[in-house]
Protein backbone atom coordinates (compact mmCIF):
# COMPACT_ATOMS: atom_id res chain seq x y z
CA UNK A 1 0.00 0.00 0.00
CA UNK A 2 1.41 3.03 -1.36
CA UNK A 3 1.62 5.84 1.12
CA UNK A 4 -0.61 9.42 0.02
CA UNK A 5 1.77 12.51 -1.02
CA UNK A 6 1.21 14.92 1.80
CA UNK A 7 -0.29 17.31 -0.44
CA UNK A 8 -3.22 14.73 -0.94
CA UNK A 9 -3.09 14.29 2.89
CA UNK A 10 -3.45 18.19 3.41
CA UNK A 11 -6.79 17.73 0.93
CA UNK A 12 -8.49 14.81 2.69
CA UNK A 13 -7.77 17.14 6.27
CA UNK A 14 -9.75 20.15 4.64
CA UNK A 15 -12.38 17.46 2.91
CA UNK A 16 -13.19 15.52 6.44
CA UNK A 17 -13.16 18.97 8.31
CA UNK A 18 -15.98 19.85 5.65
CA UNK A 19 -17.96 16.72 5.79
CA UNK A 20 -17.69 15.30 2.65
CA UNK A 21 -14.93 13.32 2.74
CA UNK A 22 -16.16 9.82 0.42
CA UNK A 23 -13.62 6.54 0.12
CA UNK A 24 -15.37 4.14 -1.83
CA UNK A 25 -18.65 4.04 -3.51
CA UNK A 26 -20.75 6.42 -1.27
CA UNK A 27 -24.27 5.60 -1.23
CA UNK A 28 -26.69 8.53 -1.34
CA UNK A 29 -24.32 10.98 -2.03
CA UNK A 30 -25.33 13.22 -5.61
CA UNK A 31 -22.74 11.71 -7.78
CA UNK A 32 -24.33 7.95 -7.32
CA UNK A 33 -22.36 5.03 -5.95
CA UNK A 34 -19.21 5.36 -8.62
CA UNK A 35 -18.48 8.57 -7.83
CA UNK A 36 -14.97 9.20 -7.64
CA UNK A 37 -13.02 8.20 -4.29
CA UNK A 38 -11.37 11.67 -3.28
CA UNK A 39 -13.12 14.57 -5.31
CA UNK A 40 -9.86 16.62 -6.55
CA UNK A 41 -8.24 13.91 -6.10
CA UNK A 42 -7.22 13.76 -9.55
CA UNK A 43 -6.40 17.05 -10.01
CA UNK A 44 -9.67 18.20 -9.85
CA UNK A 45 -10.93 21.34 -8.02
CA UNK A 46 -10.83 21.28 -4.07
CA UNK A 47 -13.58 22.36 -2.28
CA UNK A 48 -12.82 24.49 0.57
CA UNK A 49 -14.74 24.10 3.74
CA UNK A 50 -18.09 25.93 3.38
CA UNK A 51 -17.58 26.53 -0.28
CA UNK A 52 -20.69 24.60 -1.02
CA UNK A 53 -23.70 23.30 1.42
CA UNK A 54 -23.54 19.63 1.46
CA UNK A 55 -26.64 18.04 0.26
CA UNK A 56 -29.95 16.48 2.65
CA UNK A 57 -28.40 13.00 2.24
CA UNK A 58 -24.88 14.30 2.85
CA UNK A 59 -25.78 16.90 5.74
CA UNK A 60 -25.26 15.03 9.78
CA UNK A 61 -29.06 15.18 10.88
CA UNK A 62 -30.00 16.44 14.09
CA UNK A 63 -31.96 15.82 17.09
CA UNK A 64 -34.18 18.96 16.03
CA UNK A 65 -34.42 18.39 12.82
CA UNK A 66 -35.53 14.56 13.64
CA UNK A 67 -38.22 15.71 15.77
CA UNK A 68 -38.82 19.53 15.78
CA UNK A 69 -40.91 20.88 18.85
CA UNK A 70 -44.46 22.12 18.76
CA UNK A 71 -45.48 25.62 20.61
CA UNK A 72 -49.29 24.70 20.73
CA UNK A 73 -50.31 26.06 24.66
CA UNK A 74 -52.04 23.21 26.45
CA UNK A 75 -54.43 25.27 29.14
CA UNK A 76 -54.37 23.87 32.86
CA UNK A 77 -56.83 21.30 33.57
CA UNK A 78 -59.84 22.98 35.25
CA UNK A 79 -59.22 26.62 34.33
CA UNK A 80 -62.28 28.93 33.25
CA UNK A 81 -62.17 30.60 29.63
CA UNK A 82 -61.58 34.11 29.63
CA UNK A 83 -65.25 34.76 28.70
CA UNK A 84 -66.61 33.23 31.77
CA UNK A 85 -64.01 34.96 34.22
CA UNK A 86 -64.78 38.42 32.62
CA UNK A 87 -68.48 38.33 32.75
CA UNK A 88 -70.64 40.21 35.59
CA UNK A 89 -70.95 39.60 38.74
CA UNK A 90 -74.46 38.01 40.06
CA UNK A 91 -76.84 40.73 41.62
CA UNK A 92 -77.49 40.09 45.15
CA UNK A 93 -80.58 38.87 46.20
CA UNK A 94 -81.47 42.00 48.74
CA UNK A 95 -80.45 45.76 48.21
CA UNK A 96 -80.56 48.37 50.00
CA UNK A 97 -83.36 51.12 49.28
CA UNK A 98 -83.63 54.48 50.30
CA UNK A 99 -86.82 56.45 50.59
CA UNK A 100 -85.35 60.09 49.65
CA UNK A 101 -88.57 61.89 50.17
CA UNK A 102 -92.36 61.49 50.83
CA UNK A 103 -94.56 64.21 51.96
CA UNK A 104 -98.33 65.28 51.24
CA UNK A 105 -98.33 68.17 48.80
CA UNK A 106 -101.47 70.62 49.12
CA UNK A 107 -100.35 71.92 45.27
CA UNK A 108 -101.37 68.74 43.76
CA UNK A 109 -103.24 67.22 46.88
CA UNK A 110 -101.37 63.95 46.88
CA UNK A 111 -98.35 62.30 48.74
CA UNK A 112 -95.22 62.28 46.62
CA UNK A 113 -92.27 60.34 46.97
CA UNK A 114 -89.06 59.20 45.75
CA UNK A 115 -85.83 57.57 46.43
CA UNK A 116 -83.16 54.71 44.59
CA UNK A 117 -82.18 51.44 45.23
CA UNK A 118 -77.88 50.65 45.69
CA UNK A 119 -75.90 49.32 45.20
CA UNK A 120 -77.51 47.57 42.43
CA UNK A 121 -77.82 49.52 38.45
CA UNK A 122 -80.08 47.96 36.42
CA UNK A 123 -83.38 49.17 34.29
CA UNK A 124 -86.65 46.42 34.56
CA UNK A 125 -87.19 46.80 38.14
CA UNK A 126 -90.37 48.14 39.64
CA UNK A 127 -90.49 50.85 42.76
CA UNK A 128 -93.69 50.56 45.11
CA UNK A 129 -94.39 53.25 47.50
CA UNK A 130 -96.68 51.96 50.35
CA UNK A 131 -98.88 54.11 52.76
CA UNK A 132 -100.44 52.33 55.51
CA UNK A 133 -102.54 53.34 58.43
CA UNK A 134 -105.37 51.76 60.83
CA UNK A 135 -104.95 48.18 58.89
CA UNK A 136 -105.21 49.79 55.44
CA UNK A 137 -102.60 50.52 52.49
CA UNK A 138 -102.54 51.63 49.29
CA UNK A 139 -99.77 51.72 46.76
CA UNK A 140 -98.27 53.77 43.70
CA UNK A 141 -95.68 51.98 41.44
CA UNK A 142 -93.01 53.22 39.06
CA UNK A 143 -90.74 51.73 36.67
CA UNK A 144 -86.82 51.82 37.96
CA UNK A 145 -84.51 53.69 36.02
CA UNK A 146 -80.91 52.72 36.16
CA UNK A 147 -78.39 55.85 36.40
CA UNK A 148 -74.76 56.41 36.89
CA UNK A 149 -74.27 54.80 40.35
CA UNK A 150 -78.05 53.65 41.43
CA UNK A 151 -81.61 52.42 40.53
CA UNK A 152 -83.80 55.64 40.67
CA UNK A 153 -87.19 55.77 41.68
CA UNK A 154 -88.92 58.79 39.87
CA UNK A 155 -91.24 60.22 41.92
CA UNK A 156 -94.12 58.57 43.14
CA UNK A 157 -97.75 60.16 43.14
CA UNK A 158 -100.90 58.66 45.64
CA UNK A 159 -103.77 60.96 44.91
CA UNK A 160 -105.45 62.38 47.69
CA UNK A 161 -108.57 60.76 47.34
CA UNK A 162 -107.06 57.65 48.46
CA UNK A 163 -105.50 58.68 51.77
CA UNK A 164 -107.45 59.91 54.47
CA UNK A 165 -106.04 62.97 57.02
CA UNK A 166 -103.50 61.72 59.73
CA UNK A 167 -100.34 60.15 59.96
CA UNK A 168 -99.11 57.51 57.44
CA UNK A 169 -96.24 55.55 57.57
CA UNK A 170 -94.42 55.07 54.10
CA UNK A 171 -92.14 52.54 53.09
CA UNK A 172 -90.76 52.18 49.49
CA UNK A 173 -89.69 48.69 48.44
CA UNK A 174 -88.08 47.83 44.87
CA UNK A 175 -88.22 44.23 42.92
CA UNK A 176 -86.96 43.30 39.69
CA UNK A 177 -86.10 39.86 38.69
CA UNK A 178 -83.26 38.73 40.50
CA UNK A 179 -83.29 41.15 43.74
CA UNK A 180 -85.39 43.31 46.33
CA UNK A 181 -85.50 45.30 49.09
CA UNK A 182 -87.18 47.62 51.01
CA UNK A 183 -87.00 51.14 52.82
CA UNK A 184 -86.92 51.70 56.39
CA UNK A 185 -90.27 53.31 57.35
CA UNK A 186 -91.21 56.61 57.37
CA UNK A 187 -94.13 58.53 58.53
CA UNK A 188 -96.05 61.29 56.35
CA UNK A 189 -98.75 63.44 57.62
CA UNK A 190 -101.59 63.87 55.54
CA UNK A 191 -103.73 67.39 55.43
CA UNK A 192 -106.16 67.85 52.90
Same mark, same amino acid.
Given at each position: ??????????????????GVLC????????????????????????????????????????? +?? /? %???? &??? *?? $? !?? @?????VLAT??????????????????? +?? /? %???? &??? *?? $? !?? @????????????????????????????????????????? !??????????????????????QATV????
Open positions: MHALPSSTRRRLGVLAAGLTGCAGSAAGPQAPAVAGATGGAVPTVGSTAPSSAEAPSSS +AE /A %SPTT &SAA *VD $P !VG @EEPDEDPPRPATTDVVLTYSYWDP +AT /A %SVLA &SGY *VS $P !VI @EDGGTCTLVLTRAGRSVTARAAAEADASTTSCPELQVPGDQ !VAAGEWSAVLRYASATTTGESPEVTP
